[in-house]
């Protein structure tokens, strides 16, 4: 019930920078926890950052001290600020929300998806 949208993908070189923004509409929980996920092709959708209901995060290994997810309720918007891009980072990023106090890594557990916005990193 609850529609997303993601913006802010596109192409750059290695060592660059991106940030992408994902637009909520309809009526979230306070309590909704947010996620960021990735798919490349040939692989499964991962989970790169949550921002937890309580305001706490989770990084992804593969993007610590690189990534940062916040939020602006105000504005319905989350967003994903991605530094130090790596040619691996290349992938369909995907936001999505679940009504939990804590979020889970594993894709399968969300119900509510945006339709994805595409990265490409070159070397």
């Known amino acids: 019930q609850v529609q997303l949208m993601e913006s802010g993908g596109g192409s750059v070189q290695a060592g660059g920078s991106l940030r992408l923004s994902c637009a909520a509409s309809?009526?979230?929980?306070?309590?909704?926890?947010l996620g960021w996920f990735r798919q490349a092709p040939v692989k499964e959708r991962e989970g790169v950052a949550l921002?937890?209901?309580?305001?706490?995060?989770t990084d992804a290994d593969s993007v610590k001290g690189r990534f940062t997810i916040s939020k602006d309720n105000a504005k319905y918007t989350s967003y994903l600020q991605m530094n130090s891009l790596k040619p691996e980072d290349t992938a369909m990023y995907f936001c999505?929300?679940?009504?939990?106090?804590?979020?889970?890594?594993?894709?399968?557990?969300?119900?509510?998806w945006g339709q994805g916005t595409q990265v490409t990193v070159s070397s």
């Open positions: 921002l937890h209901s309580t305001g706490e995060t």
């Open positions: 999505a929300a679940q009504g939990k106090l804590y979020c889970p890594f594993e894709a399968g557990n969300y119900n509510d």
């Open positions: 309809g009526f979230p929980s306070p309590k909704f926890c």
